[in-house]
Structure formats: structure tokens, C-alpha cells
């Protein structure tokens, strides 16, 4: 065996597991890294579904104050839904029990009353003991520095782009005054 060819196969082997490793951290670096169930109770995989879109998550209710969101959420998705946007919408009863419904009595309130034809997930748990994995890396100081913190009520909205949050807003801020938001994101 020649001098060299062993430092060039270790090398080499070392090569390979870096990029496997780096590899591994950049596939899990994005937000939307979770298996989730649909409102429809399909299995998804939001960043192999949605991470090359700009997505809205959205936890929301159909007995709030700010339901009516429903309405201006609609309008965006249709508005930007073929420039590479989408919005999810994530019932929650974290609040108040505002979100007391099935997943199907839900897909039901949403589709009858403000026609949503976003996709809408399975209802989960956003805050607490028994919050979801995806909550939780959305509000978490390790995976989401800049926008960590409980979700403080419903319709609150985190923007992802290239699997990481962007920008989160509050339930007071509505869908039409994060249009100039998402118009800039789908350019």
C-alpha cells in the first residue's frame, strides 16, 4: 500500500462523516421539522411539505373575539398562495376553552362560516405542560432566540421563511396588516 493512501482514506472517511453530520444539523435547523396530523387526521411532515414555502402558523379558535381573523387570513392565502405561500392554521384550546370542538366539528366551523381553504391541523396543545413539539420549538429560547416566549393567546401568528421565524405577531395584529409582510417574503 503506498504511504499516502491511508491519511487519504481517513481523510476521506473524515469528510463523509462531516457532511453527514452537517448534513443532519441543517435538515433539524428548520422550525417546521415535526410530524403532525392534519384537521383531517393525515399524517404530514411540515418542513418536507411546506419548508420551501413562506408559511403563517396561525394557533386559532372558533369562539374568540379575534375568530373573525378567519376572514383576512382567507383573503392572504388566496391572495399569495401561488407565489410560494402558505398558511397553516393550528386549533388550539389553550385560552379560555375557545376551541372546545372535534377536529371535525372544527373543519366544519371553518369551511361553512369563512370558507378556509388553507390547511388546517389536528388541535394540539400551544402552551403548557402539554405542548406540542412544534409550539415548542416556535417558543423556545434554544431554537427561536429572537421570537421566543408563551403564546399569549389565540390567533397569534409566527411568518417562517427558509424554516425560520421571521417574524411574530400578536392576536391584535390582524392578516391585513401583515400583508406588506408577506408581499415582501413571496418576491
Request: net charge positive; hydrophobic share 40%; aromatic share 10%.
Amino acid at each position: 500500500m503506498p504511504r499516502f493512501a491511508l491519511p487519504a482514506v481517513a481523510i476521506a472517511a473524515m469528510l463523509a462523516v462531516a457532511t453527514v453530520s452537517f448534513a443532519a444539523k441543517k435538515e433539524s435547523a428548520s422550525v417546521l421539522n415535526h410530524d403532525m396530523k392534519t384537521i383531517e387526521g393525515k399524517d404530514v411532515n411540515l418542513d418536507k411539505t411546506y419548508g420551501k414555502k413562506v408559511v403563517l402558523l396561525v394557533n386559532v379558535a372558533s369562539r374568540c373575539g379575534y375568530t373573525k381573523q378567519y376572514k383576512g387570513l382567507q383573503a392572504l392565502y388566496e391572495k399569495y398562495k401561488d407565489k410560494n405561500f402558505v398558511i397553516i392554521g393550528v386549533p388550539a384550546n389553550n385560552f379560555g376553552g375557545q376551541e372546545p370542538g372535534s377536529d371535525e366539528q372544527i373543519a366544519q366551523f371553518c369551511s361553512s362560516k369563512y370558507n378556509v381553504t388553507f390547511p388546517m391541523l389536528s388541535k394540539v396543545s400551544v402552551k403548557g405542560e402539554d405542548i406540542c413539539d412544534l409550539y415548542k420549538t416556535l417558543t423556545s429560547k434554544e431554537t427561536n432566540p429572537k421570537h421566543a416566549g408563551d403564546v399569549k393567546w389565540n390567533f397569534e401568528k409566527f411568518l417562517v421563511i427558509d424554516g425560520k421565524v421571521e417574524a411574530r405577531y400578536p392576536s391584535k395584529v390582524t392578516p391585513e396588516d401583515i400583508d406588506a409582510d408577506v408581499a415582501k417574503a413571496t418576491k
